[in-house]
């Protein structure tokens, strides 16, 4: 099943920062494969894949994040509150490249071509996930009441952030439950919409 998991880190520090909308900082990298037939590609996924230390296993695709919080807190009215909060999701997508040796047939490109879009698809809906987390973090830190201090009011922004980035996490392995049981279904579906195009011709697409 060609399926990714979460990496996940959480940073936090009570500093001053701009408030804004989440952003994302996203960078690719690919890992290089061969094989000329369908099942020896499928080896060099299995040998080549990143390795996801939630799975112990190599997979076809992979999505890195690093959840950074900044806080700010200001005193006021004998009491403390957050003044700024600001959360950037790094992430890194890592994704096969496929070297295509001159005897590959072209129904395993088709198929490879299909495969490869459907694993980048997955790895950006990872993405939107996280990002979307982000905004949703960030909107509740900034809505944190007045504390007694700074360091309860510390201490209830990692409280929150903990309990949306456990539903986030919760959400990322439900999407990749979803996915790995309409895998089959999917695939074939993008197929037969590729070879009907290619009998039209049209683009692939």
Known sequence: MMKSRLLLALSMAALAW???????????????????????????????GP???????RHP???????TSRVGY????????????????????ILPRWTRPGRAEEDVKLVWDTLSSDIK??????????????RILEQALQKIGKQ???????????EVTQKILAKHDRA????????????ERRIIRLLRYRMERIANGQAPG
Do not use: W
Not at 22 to 46: R, W
Not at 172 to 183: A, H, K, L, P, T
């Open 18 to 48: 701009p408030a804004g909308a989440a952003n994302v900082a996203k960078t690719y990298s690919y890992f290089s494969i061969g094989g000329s037939t369908l099942e020896e590609i499928q080896q060099q996924l299995d040998v080549r």
């Open 51 to 57: 390795q996801v230390k939630t799975t112990g296993r």
């Open 61 to 67: 695709g992979a999505t890195q994040m690093e959840f």
């Open 74 to 93: 200001a005193e006021r009215d004998g009491g403390c509150a957050v003044a700024k909060a600001s959360v950037t999701v790094k992430v890194k997508v």
């Open 121 to 134: 698809r997955h790895e950006e809906s990872h993405v939107v996930i996280a990002k979307n987390y982000a």
């Open 148 to 158: 007694r201090d700074c360091a309860s009011a510390q201490a209830k922004a990692k």
């Open 172 to 183: 990322q392995v439900e999407f990749d439950r979803v996915e790995g049981i309409n895998f």
